[in-house]
């Protein structure tokens, strides 16, 4: 029986979610995480507080505390076994929910997700845009596969269950206060990260 609205909850739930985490540990990972965030906060103000949508096992929180000691951490997770990992981080407020469950209860600095829109049914996206601008006082950080369409990608063997699109320019057509502060592209054959991925610093 299945426990959440789409098969994408379902599958980042299960065992697939739980593989993930054991994927994503080591420490090239975190000094790829932190010239990803030291080069994205380098045009934003001063940050207090930092909500991120699928934190996982909260890799990107950590780099973001490393950079920001004194910042205000929480987080938002599926997968059982990630909440563990996330628990273990001192002063995290973990909401262990799926992102379509979560109701916010107040505004961060700033909202991020990263590598999670991707991996969501393409129907609910509406709902997650308005969840992360409901989340934000001021700032709100999409991290993504960029591609200018909607396209569908096999990923892993698996179907449906990565989707790239324009991510941020949706947002900025559905809340027109937004405003695109600065954005960046990481690529993999730079020895300073691990992975291709589009970001997006927009403020409200």
Known sequence: MNKFKTEQENFWAGEFGD???SRNTDEDFRKSNLNFFNEIFRKA???E???EFGANSGLNLLAI????PT???SAIEINDKAVLELE???DLKVYHSSILDFKPDSKRNLALIKGVMIHLNPDVLPDVYDLLYASSDKYICIAEYYNPTPVTVPYRGHSDRLFKRDFAGEMMDRFKDLKLVDYGFKYHRDNKYFDD???FLLEK
């Open 19 to 21: 593989d993930y985490i």
């Open 45 to 47: 103000g001063k940050i």
């Open 49 to 51: 507080s930092v909500i």
């Open 65 to 68: 505390k490393e950079i920001i």
């Open 71 to 73: 910042v205000n951490l």
């Open 88 to 90: 273990k981080i001192s």
């Open 197 to 199: 991925m589009n970001w």
